[in-house]
Structures are given as structure tokens and as C-alpha cells.
């Protein structure tokens, strides 16, 4: 076993996109766990575009551009425990157990520091499944994947024949959303750019996408939803999400699931009016994953499972390698250019036994 | 009986608030129901804000700014058959009926245009029961009555301890949707201005009542609301709306409902981000009654009767003297100067047995 231990600390604020100096890569010296805890080895880091809002602000005062955490702090992926693990968003390998419901190589989700080892209370972890791939969990199973599920079902609800709209047709959580309501029978358009167009007409069977490069959006939306829109899930915000907005059907159901576009913009007023929401009987829902897991993960676990079990759940991930590299990963997937679900690799994944 | 009607026609598209030149009053022979129609005598008609939209925009396109009707058509309210009669804006009196259902001297409610006598489809009409009350039909138990349940019971869903705010609180829709809050254990906050401040505190038991004359309504919300708003039923749209969004607490619902201070306005864009939507979980869902009626309005009915029955529901209905001063008095709604629900009184009200 090593003997150090990789940390990664916030050195500056960020001014527009995230870059590797605005971190420190720091050696530090293993760290042990106390009673009731466990250490974990992190295998994969699950990159999320919400991950800018936990950057400071340049004021240093939290507020819609950033600041949960300050300069000098440990960076932190999803929520610190008392949070569940399953809202953590690492999968790794227990290497050292003080809580009686782990042992040493067992699979577990959770963990919030960017820290290769980490140690956290054994309540905040998850156990997962003998057989499970780690790649799998972090991926399909894991968190983007709940979001996915959880704005289709409860907010978005397509019903067979309708049309679905998803941007960021081609990111973790569109793919997953779009070819859930492929699953409940609606027809899919995706807003992607560059080759997830492709990928998400060819492989993941959406009806159709537009190529946000190199079509203006409203004017694909007007040529493949000349009907309206029934259901947009919106993972952009900003001028995609007021083109889809302006196109809505009746009874129309926009997910507000994330705001990539302006995560890392000041907040700009709605550019459109409220009236539709009105006349059209609009819904215009946000929702915040973290909510749901206690009463619905279990249930999206086994749905997911057997769409993949049954395979119609396709999927793509990008691998990086370490935290040195996730500043520059994080900035490509706000700026969109991810290709599918990122993640940071941090150790070797033995959980494929082939 | 008399020989002639009375006949309300538009006689141009309004500039601002609607006005007595506006349009024009026409005597007409009476009319005669053909097999399978009725002649009903109007007593009242509902006065509703959302008339202004039925009156034609300046420029003679359907558009937000109005459009459903033209110059020189008969001024409507509510739905034109074969919309349902419980739809109608109006409760009357058969004269003379040429369909099975209906007998001389029923009280019906349903009708839709502004006439004194009207013809419509005996299936359009809707028969009141035996001692039903004109007014009460028109009021509490009317379209404005089941406006503001369907607005509470299917998207407010106020629970017991939160804080519901109500705008145009002492409006025909804003009292009763104020009453079924508190019925519901809600701590609720209306907005209003005049003597109808009092009025909603005093007599209709809200906790507090902004006046929008005297207080600027979002400071009035930062003292009355300090733990943000659950629950904000809209009738009024405009910086009233915006004032309320911005203090929404987390997972509050906006009930958009009416947008009486636009109606008379070009559309604008909503003067903030969206982004609190995402971070607050918030859900902001408009509806239109007239989608609500087949599946839910007997059930509105027993609720509302058993809350009148029980002395739970006040109300105060303004009664105007025909249709010469409705034009007047539309304005005076859409301006916020009415008192309590307003109710156009077209001929002598029988039903009131003593």
C-alpha cells in the first residue's frame, strides 16, 4: 500500500471556466480512520457540470456563481457526510474497515473529498453489490443516472407518441433521459454538438438531433417539432432552453434539471414572458437529485438494471486519467465537449473480472 | 314578455383599458330556439378580467394583446357552445325551451354571449337544482369558484403551517382561493389594495393583507414572509408576480392563475433568472378551468357546498345594472378597483325564495 496520499485544494477562485492553476495537487500523508469509519482507495470520480457552483466566487461570497467551498479547501464531489453515500460520487474499494458493515476490498459508493483515499463514516457509505462494475455504478446506476430517471418521472411523464426534447442530447444525464422516454414510447429529439449528434441519432436511437454548431436550435426545433414540444429536459438552460420554451404544446412540461450554459455566468433575466405558462398550461419544474434518493432509488435501480438487463440502455463513457487532469475535463464538459459521461479515474479498476 | 333584446356587439378594438365606446348596445328582435335549443332570460353574468383577451387587438391579429372576437361581432363570455353549460359566464331563466331537459321558468346557468335573451343547445346549458340561489351559482359555487379550487387542490396543495400568498386577494377568485387555504391550516398573505385590505383580514380571515398602495409589496413580503413563500396563487402576473418568485421558499409552487395586470400590456420578458427554479426546486404551473370541469367540478361543488354550509366561505359579489355599465366596470376590474367578485345584473332575480 502506498504511504501518501493525493488531495486536491482550491488555490483560486475561477474566473470564467475552471483551469488546473485555479488547483493544488497536494501529497499528504495517508489518512487513518477512527472508529466507526472506513478508507476507502477511489477508483472513478463521477465529473458533473454542477460541480463549478461548489468553486468560490471571486468575491469569495457564496452566491449564484459559486462559493460552497472557499480557496485553501479540499474541492468536494457531491454532498459531506451525514449525506448518504449513494449521493456520493465515488465508487472505490475499502482498503481499511472500522465499521463492523465493511470489510477490506469491498466495493462502495459514496465519498465527497477529491482525495484518492478518503476517509468517511461507514454510514455515509454504500455497499455495493458482489459482481457489481464499478464502471457501472458510477456510470448507468449512479447519480446522473437517478437524475435522469427522476426528472423523467416525475416531472417530465411522457406519454407514448409525444415529443420529447433533451439537450446536452449527447452528456450523462441527456443520454440516459432521452432513451428513457424512448422506453415509454415517445418520439426523442436531442440538441447535441459535434459527434454526439451522430451518436445519439445512430446508437442511442433518438428520432432525430440537432447540431447546435451548425444549426441554429429554434430553427431545428421549428423543422422537427412543427407540433410543439411535450416534454423538454433541459440540461442547458440559457437561449436553448428559451427556444425550446417558446415552442411548448399545451399541458407542455419543461424538466429544469441543469443550467450547464449558465453555471458559469452571472444570473440573467428569463428573456421571455410568463404568459404561455398561462395560456398554454405550461409546467416549468426544477428539481435537485439529492431529494429523491431516500424514497426512489431503489426503485430506478432496478428499473435501470433491467433496461440494461434487457439491452436497451446504451452508454458511453470518458475516462480521465487523475485529478490532474479533471480542472481541464471539468472546463470541456461546461463548455460541452465532454463525449458522454466523464470520469476520473484515480486507481486501477479491478471490479471487471472477465 | 318583452319583444325586443338587448345585444352587446364590439364596436372597436380598445387602446388600454376597455371603455363604454368601446362597444355598442343593440336592440334586437327576440330570438326563437329552433328544435333541440332553449331561450333563456339572463339574470347574471360573471365579469371577468380575462374578458379583455376576447375583445380584438388594435391591429385585427389574434395575438396576446386579444383577438378572439372581431369588430362588429356579439361580445362573448366564457365558451361558445358546444363548450358545456357550467362553462358559461351567465345564470338565467328559461323562457321557452325546445329540448327535453329544460321547462319554462328553470334557473339554468351556462350562455356565453352578452345578450339579455340568448339561444343556445339545451346540451350546452346546464340545469341548477331546485332552491339554488342566482347569485350564489354565479358566486361562490360559479367558474371563479372552481378557478380557485382547481388551483389550490391541483397545483398549490397548501399543507397545514405553510405560508400561502394570494395576490388580488380580495378578487372573486383571490378571496375564495385565500378561504381554502386557511380551510386547509395554511397561514395565508394576501395582496390588495383599497378598502379591501380590510376587508380580507377582517371579514374573509386571511393572517395579513398587503396594501399595494401603501407598501411596496416587496418589502411588504419581507416582513410578513420571512421564511420565503410556499405557495404564491398568482392572479396579477407583473412585479407583483416577480416580487413573490424572488421569495419563494424552497420546493414552492406558483399557481399562475391570471395575469390581471398584463392583460392590458404587450407581453415582457420575466425580469429574472430561472436558475432559482433549479436551486429552490420550485414548480411554477399555469392552468385554464375550462380543462378542469368534465373530471372535477361536481367534486368542486360538494366541497364548496359543504364549506358554505358550514359557514366557512365569505364572499362579497359587486352588482353592476346592466350591460351599458359593464364596460365600465371591466375597466374598473382590470384596474383592481372592483369589490369582491363583480357580477353584471341583466334582468330580476327570482330565485332568492324568502
Redesign the interface.
Known sequence: MERTNLSMHIARAPVGLPARADFALVEEPMPQPAEGEVLFRAIYMSLDPSMRRKLPAPDGVPG?LGGTRQVGELMIAGLPPPARGYTGGFVGQVVESRHPGFAQGDLVQGGCWWQTYQVLPGDSLEQLPPGTKASEAIGLLGQHGFVAWCGMRNIGKAKPGETVLVSAAGGAIGMIAGQLAKADGARVIGIASGDKVAYVVDELGFDACIDRKNENVAVGLDRLCPDGIDVYFDNV?GDV?LAAYERMADFGRIV????AS?YNAP??????????????????????VY?HYEAQFAQFRAEMQALIDAGRMKYRIEVIDGFAEAPAALARLLDGRNKGKVVVQLSPDRSVVT
Open positions: 449564484p438552460g432552453m429544469v434539471c441543469g443550467m449558465e444570473e440573467q433575466p428569463f428573456g421571455a414572458s410568463l404568459r404561455p405558462v398561462l395560456r398554454k398550461r405550461l409546467r416549468i419544474e426544477g428539481f435537485v431529494d
